[in-house]
């Protein structure tokens, strides 16, 4: 049972990547599904979700028009779609997958965790 972060890479900046978070083991149907990032120095922070039940999504403000979040039931799979990245988007992102209420309120669930991916923007 675990989640799979990929993806990640090195893009200059107004570049894109797609990231990706699997699921092995069980389904996602029931999970609100949250990206997390952590820069060098830094504390983890909440990015983005999609929740479980309609598929609603929620941004932090930084990303917003940039970054898109979406998830693939059939796959077990949610993406992160990033545009126009940005120098500061350098950071290790990680997905988390929760049944409680914790990532739509931009924390972190104990439920499961991706490995993380490294996504560095730079010329």
């Known amino acids: 049972v675990q989640l799979q972060a990929s993806g990640g890479g090195l893009v200059q900046p107004g570049g894109s990547l797609r990231l990706s978070c699997a699921a092995s083991?069980?389904?996602?149907?029931?999970?609100?599904i949250g990206w997390f990032r952590q820069a060098p120095g830094k504390e983890r922070d909440w990015v983005s979700c999609?929740?479980?039940?309609?598929?609603?999504?929620y941004y932090t403000d930084s990303v917003k028009g940039r970054l898109t979040i979406s998830r693939d039931n059939a796959k077990d799979a949610v993406y992160l779609q990033m545009d126009k990245l940005k120098p500061e988007d350098t950071a290790v992102y990680y997905c988390?997958?929760?049944?409680?209420?914790?990532?739509?309120?931009?924390?972190?669930?104990?439920?499961?965790w991706g490995q993380g991916t490294l996504v560095t923007v730079s010329s």
């Open positions: 999609v929740s479980n039940s309609d598929g609603i999504t």
């Open positions: 083991g069980f389904s996602l149907d029931y999970y609100t």
């Open positions: 988390n997958a929760g049944r409680d209420l914790s990532i739509l309120r931009g924390h972190s669930s104990d439920g499961y």
